[in-house]
Structure formats: structure tokens, C-alpha cells
């Protein structure tokens, strides 16, 4: 049985330090590597934390079946910029320079330019305090304002 112990972030470990998954941006899953793949299909990996939001992997072609279009997902980034004000209102402590930004990137999301803005520049509500914010969607900068 090859029990997942870790994990950092692209791949996940087994006890002897193989990595037994890579994480795949488009699909916002763990792939079994291909050498793994065998003991995947009989059962004989024990994934590792129950209460882990991506506890277990699937194969590439597993998830190429439930997400035929995913290769097609677009790429898109939020940059929010505070001034001092607003982070303080943010974070609810001082910031230390004039200005400061936070980055997200998404390529699992199916979302059209519109629904990117909407829903992605709105994450998490930072839009509120941000001075600014700017979305990226497959390279091209589609906003760039103060986004309300």
C-alpha cells in the first residue's frame, strides 16, 4: 500500500518521499503520475487527509472525461492594489509602504470575459477596498479601474 503522507503545493508524497501526484492547474486536481497509475487502479493508494479540500488524485484521462473542454479553460488573473487606507480597512492592520497588491490566478474556471470581471474581480469582496483592480484574461488586460 503506498500511503500519501505530505504534500507541498505540486506534488503529494508517499513515505519514502516519492511523489505520487502533480498538481494540474486546468483541472485544479491532483493526476496520478503515470508510474502510479496501476496502484491507483487497484485500490492500493491511501490517500492522505480526509478533511483535505483535494484529498485524493485521478488520472489525466479520468479527468479529461469529466472535463473535456478544460485545455480550453482561458487564463485569468486579478491583481488588487491597496492604498494605506484601504488595506488598514482590508487586513486591519497598518501598511508600511504607500501601496500594496495581492494576486490570484485561475485556469479552471470556464468563465467568459464578462463572468471574469463579475465573479473573479469580486473575489473574496477585495474589490471594495482596492483602489484598483485589474483582470487578465489570456493575456489581455480587460479591466483595469476601481472596480465596484
Given at each position: 500500500m503506498i500511503r500519501i503522507v505530505g504534500w507541498d503545493g505540486i506534488n503529494q508524497f508517499d513515505e519514502d518521499g516519492n511523489a505520487i501526484t502533480v498538481w494540474h492547474k486546468k483541472?485544479?486536481?491532483w493526476v496520478v503520475l503515470p508510474e502510479y497509475e496501476?496502484?491507483?487502479k487497484n485500490g492500493e493508494i491511501?490517500?492522505?487527509g480526509e478533511d483535505n479540500d483535494f484529498p485524493s488524485g485521478l488520472t489525466l484521462e479520468e479527468l479529461k472525461k469529466l472535463y473535456p473542454n478544460a485545455e480550453n479553460y482561458p487564463d485569468i488573473?486579478?491583481?488588487w492594489t491597496w492604498d494605506k487606507d484601504g488595506y488598514r480597512k482590508e487586513f486591519h492592520e497598518p501598511l508600511e509602504t504607500e501601496t500594496t497588491s495581492c494576486c490570484?490566478?485561475?485556469e479552471y474556471l470556464d468563465y467568459s470575459k464578462e463572468e471574469a470581471i463579475e465573479r473573479v474581480g469580486k473575489y473574496c469582496?477585495?474589490?471594495i477596498t482596492a483602489f484598483n483592480t485589474t483582470v487578465i484574461y489570456n493575456g489581455e488586460t480587460i479591466f483595469d479601474g476601481k472596480l465596484d
Open positions: 483541472y485544479c486536481a496501476e496502484a491507483y491511501d490517500w492522505w488573473t486579478v491583481i490570484r490566478s485561475w469582496d477585495w474589490n
